[in-house]
């Protein structure tokens, strides 16, 4: 019995005719950091909503350790959406409250501590009052109070200051240390993805491009440059740009000798695949 | 989980408990000034039955100060399950999903339904309440005046009748309702205000225009054929007319037609030889007695009520096919 705490099997949502996921398959390892990347619309926020069991998937199958999630929250998962929605009129301590009240497994003092972490947020400060950093530390002690063995954000890092944004990834990050807590995160900013993810997984029109080990992942790919009239000729070119001087391309898989290779980082990489979506996209309407 | 929905609703519990305790004021003391001035125009024997010693000009004034003023009374009792629906029905789930604030909630381990239930429940008791607060304090003002005042013209007249038992609060549960499902279908506040009292308002008039209906009428017959309606001010009268010989309804208008033209020398027709002339034998009233008001508007809240239970299974459905 597999009891990897996410596993999707050929999973596919579809809202009417768009298919914003279409046969998804990945396992993510028990502790691992996950960064979902993808441009925007590849399905990152379905993807995220179907493995916390807010909605069904059209086909296919989400577990998470072992278990099936079906059409409601997974008690193991907690999910931090993109708006982070929070009752603005409530203070900090009475959203705790609500936090308890609505979860049959709930640490206060673990959503204290989270509170009390970096600065702190003022408990009996209306939601609505609280800056952007402190909202979203807010959210997160009410997703780390549930004491999740999955935990999955959305996008937890837009509109924060970099001080912030640093903060924030600190929080998940003693989360991850402290609890082994397996992590998927959501984002575009891909320098601080490549600080705390180890592993990767790249959609692209609901489709699973890339997924595994960021290291493996990277070994796997080239970056090769060569004059411009040479060609390349192999099948895992995934984005290749012209000036009229030199050719650059990402390619997967083994490169053909007379080429200049390295090894691309992070950002290059899902760089690669993000202008490759969109050269495929224009020429679809052209 | 109540709570919560506590929490969340509490302006709207304060509003509410605010406007219902300036409304009762302000008519517990029109009501002791009423009260005086029947003592001064020395009218109290008037409130229980109108005598003929009742029409004077103390009466008259009396009539003038108050008549209008009870019957908007009437007015606000009738308009608030309009105000229920549309500021405390329409924005129950529609502004969560305008705030995105369902999100907080489906995220957690609380289910749905318990989630719903929770918040229909908490919002509709005090609306409920209230309700039926203001309109047990209205009609203690009504009764002070009693017969000089709208209750004279009996438990029918509309807005008697829409104002009085169980109608208020079946009118309000249907409001409610009907705003909390266009709230969870539409998702927009504003959407959802405009269609529950546009569709409120519609469906109060579609279903008075049918309510005489819901019950079999009591024929009264009387042999007077020129004399006026023998059914005095009180019933509600649903149909009127005449009987053939044998007792059956006489649907056909030309014995009617033909008395109409026709005067005699003095240009005065006797209607009561010339309907019997034309074959008319008994003048019929079919009327809903007024000992049947509460059966009626029993009848007329379980329809209201049914509709309530129809708006609650959609806004379950909705919620649950919600991302």
Not at chain 1, 103 to 113: L, P, T, Y
Not at chain 1, 175 to 186: H, I, N, P, Q
Not at chain 2, 31 to 45: C, H, P, T
Not at chain 2, 131 to 139: C, D, G, I, T
């Amino acid at each position: 019995m597999n009891t990897s705490p996410v596993q999707a099997r050929d999973v596919a949502k579809h809202f009417g005719r768009t298919k914003a996921l279409d046969g998804c398959s990945f396992t993510l390892p028990e502790g691992s950091v996950t960064g979902l990347v993808g441009p925007n619309g590849a399905g990152k926020s379905t993807l995220l909503s179907l493995i916390a069991g807010l909605a069904r998937p059209t086909a296919g199958e989400i577990t998470v350790h072992g278990t099936a999630v079906r059409g409601r929250m997974h008690p193991d998962v907690s999910l931090l959406t993109q708006k982070r929605p929070l009752y603005d009129q409530f203070t900090v301590r009475e959203l705790m409250r609500a936090g308890a009240a609505m979860n049959d497994r709930w640490s206060a003092e673990r959503a204290d501590e989270v509170l009390d972490l970096l600065a702190g947020v003022a408990k009996d400060a209306k939601v609505r009052t609280l800056s952007a950093g402190a909202r979203t530390q807010v959210a997160i002690a009410l997703a780390l109070g549930r004491l999740p063995k999955v935990l999955l954000l959305d996008e937890p890092l837009s509109d924060l200051d970099p001080l912030a944004r640093d903060e924030t990834l600190r929080i998940v990050m003693t989360e991850v240390a402290e609890r082994g807590t397996t992590v998927l995160l959501s984002s575009h900013l891909l320098t601080d993805l490549g600080d705390v993810c180890d592993h990767l997984l790249l959609l692209d029109e609901g489709r699973v491009q890339v997924s595994g080990e960021i290291d493996d992942v990277l070994a796997e790919h080239h970056v090769v440059v060569g004059p411009a009239g040479l060609e390349l000729d192999v099948d895992g070119v995934v984005d290749s740009s012209r000036t009229s001087r030199q050719t650059t391309a990402l390619v997967r898989g083994t490169v053909p000798p007379g080429w200049e290779t390295t090894h691309p980082d992070l950002e290059a990489l899902v760089m690669g695949y993000l202008r490759a979506s969109r050269t495929r996209r224009l020429a679809r309407t052209q | 989980m109540t709570w919560i929905v506590w929490r969340q609703q509490r302006p709207v519990f304060i509003t509410l408990v605010a406007g219902l305790v300036v409304s009762v004021a302000v008519i517990l003391m029109w009501r002791a000034g009423m009260a005086g001035d029947l003592r001064a125009g020395n009218l109290e024997a008037c409130v229980e039955k109108i005598f003929d010693g009742c029409g004077g000009k103390a009466a008259d004034e009396f009539q003038d100060v108050w008549f209008d003023r009870l019957h908007a009374a009437q007015g606000t009792v009738l308009a608030a399950p309009a105000l229920i629906g549309v500021f405390v029905g329409a924005p129950l789930f529609a502004r969560e999903y305008e705030q995105g604030t369902h999100a907080l909630a489906f995220t957690q381990s609380v289910s749905r339904t318990r989630w719903m239930a929770a918040k229909f429940a908490v919002a509709a008791l005090p609306a409920l309440v209230v309700v039926l607060v203001y309109q047990f304090v209205v009609h203690s003002w009504l009764d002070v005046a009693g017969d000089l005042g709208p209750l004279a013209t009996g438990p029918f007249y509309f807005t008697t009748f829409d104002a009085q038992g169980v109608s208020p609060v079946a009118y309000t549960l249907f409001a409610y309702t009907l705003g909390m499902v266009a709230g969870a279908l539409f998702k927009r506040t504003l959407v959802a205000m405009t269609l529950t009292l546009g569709l409120f308002i519609a469906a109060r008039i579609a279903l008075s225009g049918v309510r005489e209906f819901m019950i079999t009428p009591t024929r009264v017959l009387s042999d007077d054929l020129d004399g006026r309606s023998p059914v005095e001010r009180g019933p509600l009268v649903v149909e009127s007319g005449f009987l053939d010989a044998r007792g059956a309804v006489v649907a056909d208008p030309t014995p009617m037609m033909n008395c109409a033209g026709r005067n005699d020398a003095q240009g005065i027709t006797d209607f009561e030889v010339c309907y019997r002339e034309n074959g008319l034998a008994q003048r019929f009233t079919d009327v809903i007695p007024v000992e049947q008001a509460t059966t009626l508007h029993l009848l007329e809240a379980s329809v209201f009520a049914g509709f309530a239970v129809l708006f609650v299974l959609g806004t379950v459905w909705a919620v649950r096919r919600q991302v």
